[in-house]
């Protein structure tokens, strides 16, 4: 058997081959390697870690991110580097000199799960007592654990007594007693951290809170997010049918927008108008990080703009070679406006009038467009029979017919 004296020698050799946050950390892991399987750590060229590595609990491999001891970012887990619902910065540490950053401090806060009524010991609770599930982040073995450490640095939220599991990280180059003023400027450093990253960090983020029409016109509006927090450096791009169409920073007033991410701000709205063809049209909204050109896809939808339309009522003969022309006639492209209403007799354009007639019952039916939308044209005709056709000219360009009826002119 292994003599104390040599098991307490090879714990100070090989911890500090372990990346860990603190040299207690290293010692208890170290410790527990050697006793647990110590020809293959003394054999191997691995860290203690590795040889006492459970993968809290899954089925990957040593060596995989799952099992190097920390916490998957939160923007993994939501797609947002900030704390999911529920759970609360209870601490933070730094690395110096990070690329990440300008060369300046990074910065790492853990989101840990609330307790609730619950109580716990050395300021944490349990998982079962938090609720917070513990394995590989989205069950996937290259992302680093979740909900598995109970761990408190408590730097942060010092009036709960005690936090759950830590849930996720978020990354910040901004200190963090700024970006939550519960958090205090105490400092701890790790840079054995200094490389853990992810794609995702780089991303904007935002939302899509609607996509319709008026008229002609594709309205959308939502707000966007750099991850890096500072100023208005998110554009949004909506493209209509695959095409760039618009391109508009997002810097609208957004006190909602405030009150769920406080550290960003407000000004993170916007709002666009696209003048479009009339039919069915495909539109996407994604958001741009000016800073760093990353690009999130934010939201998409279908909508019909509605095409120019009407009714042709009928055709009167009103004797001495005169007809009456009666109908309505709407073009969505100009909401409550005339349209423009073409007649033809037997194929020859004989006049064009605007639809701004009083018409009840098309007000009561398209109450959005008012009740302005009628005709009652009266033409000098030849007598005898001839065909009459009544068309609609669209602002957006085209023309569409609503009609055709015969009549004998006396």
Avoid at 10 to 17: D, F, G, H, P
Avoid at 166 to 179: D, G, K, L, S
Avoid at 234 to 245: F, K, M, P, Q, Y
Avoid at 281 to 305: M, T, Y
Wanted: hydrophobic share 35%.
């Amino acid at each position: 058997m292994m003599s104390r004296r040599l098991l307490d020698r090879s714990v100070t050799v090989l911890a500090n081959r372990l990346d860990r946050r603190a040299f207690i950390g290293r010692t208890a892991i170290v410790a527990s390697a050697v006793v647990a399987a110590p020809v293959t750590y003394a054999l191997r060229p691995s860290s203690a870690y590795a040889a006492v590595c459970r993968c809290n609990g899954s089925g990957c491999v040593c060596g995989s991110l799952c099992c190097d001891g920390y916490t998957e970012m939160c923007c993994t887990l939501t797609g947002s580097n900030s704390c999911p619902a529920g759970s609360v910065v209870a601490g933070w540490w730094k690395v110096d000199g990070s690329q990440f950053c300008g060369g300046q401090a990074r910065y790492y806060m853990d989101c840990n799960a609330q307790c609730g009524s619950c109580g716990g010991s050395g300021g944490t609770c349990a998982g079962s007592c938090s609720g917070t599930g513990c394995g590989c982040a989205q069950g996937n073995c290259n992302n680093r654990k979740a909900g598995c450490t109970r761990f408190r640095y408590g730097q942060c939220h010092q009036e709960l007594p005690f936090v759950g599991p830590i849930v996720c990280r978020v990354v910040t180059c901004t200190p963090p007693w700024v970006v939550d003023p519960s958090c205090g400027t105490s400092s701890r450093t790790d840079n054995n951290t200094r490389n853990h990253d992810r794609a995702c960090l780089r991303e904007p983020f935002g939302g899509v809170d609607a996509i319709w029409t008026e008229g002609a016109e594709v309205v959308t509006t939502g707000w966007a997010i750099a991850q890096d927090g500072g100023g208005p450096t998110c554009d949004v791009i909506v493209s209509i049918d695959l095409i760039d169409a618009a391109r508009t920073p997002a810097t609208a007033d957004r006190p909602d927008i405030a009150a769920i991410f406080p550290h960003y701000g407000g000004a993170r709205g916007y709002g666009v108008r696209i003048p479009t063809g009339y039919g069915t049209h495909l539109v996407c909204v994604r958001a741009v990080d000016i800073g760093n050109g990353s690009e999130k896809f934010l939201g998409v939808a279908h909508v019909d703009v509605g095409n120019p339309g009407g009714t042709f009522d009928g055709v009167v003969a009103l004797g001495g070679g005169q007809i009456q022309v009666i109908g309505w006639a709407v073009d969505p492209a100009l909401g409550q406006g005339p349209a423009t209403v073409r007649i033809t007799v037997d194929g020859v354009i004989v006049s064009e009038v605007p639809a701004n007639v009083d018409r009840t019952d098309v007000g009561l039916a398209l109450p959005a467009l008012g009740a302005l939308h009628g005709f009652a044209v009266t033409l000098a005709v030849a007598p005898g029979s001839h065909q009459v056709c009544v068309s609609v000219l669209g602002a957006r360009g085209g023309e569409f017919n609503i009609g055709c009826l015969g009549v004998e002119a006396t």
